[in-house]
């Protein structure tokens, strides 16, 4: 079963059940499955990946309104779009921890000669080809980041 049908069963699910907010965020959900599939219609069709990309996608926009919901004072909205979180990350591979992560960053910087801050874009375009789907950008950014710094002092 791909992604697309798992999210469209567990959808068909929370409406028999009444659970309406799942409902509404996996309608979302698919909604924008969809609008990537018009996008991508002339040149080719949907894959698995392309899902991944747009749940990964619709979790990153949902922890950007976190921040700003907690900035603004609304920890209720702030819930809400954690909640939403939670339903959505079950679609995406495990994550990995910061520990794996470090890992494979550092085997990164050794493979493409990294020693400063100036390396930042190669290094983190190497890292997230092999990370992407498993852990969030910024957790890499920042762990790159941090490693850089260090090497170049």
């Known amino acids: 079963m791909t992604l697309e ?30 609008d990537e599939r018009i996008k991508l219609r002339p040149k080719r069709e949907l894959s698995e990946e392309d899902v991944l990309q747009v749940i990964m996608s619709a979790v990153k926009k949902r922890r950007d309104s976190i921040d700003l919901y907690k900035r603004g004072n609304r920890p209720e909205l702030a819930q809400k779009e954690q909640e939403e979180i939670e339903m959505i990350q079950k ?14 960053v550092n085997e990164v910087i050794a493979q493409t000669n990294a020693e400063t801050i100036k390396d930042l874009g190669k290094v983190m375009g190497a890292a997230m080809g092999r990370l992407k789907g498993k852990t969030d950008g910024k957790v890499v950014q920042n762990i790159v980041r941090a490693r850089l710094t260090q090497l170049s002092q």
């Open 5 to 34: 049908e798992q999210i469209q069963a567990d959808m068909r699910s929370a409406l028999k059940e009444k659970r309406s907010h799942e409902l509404a965020t996996l309608r979302t959900l698919l909604a924008q499955i969809k």
């Open 91 to 104: 679609y995406l591979p495990a994550q990995l921890s910061e520990e794996e992560v470090t890992k494979i």
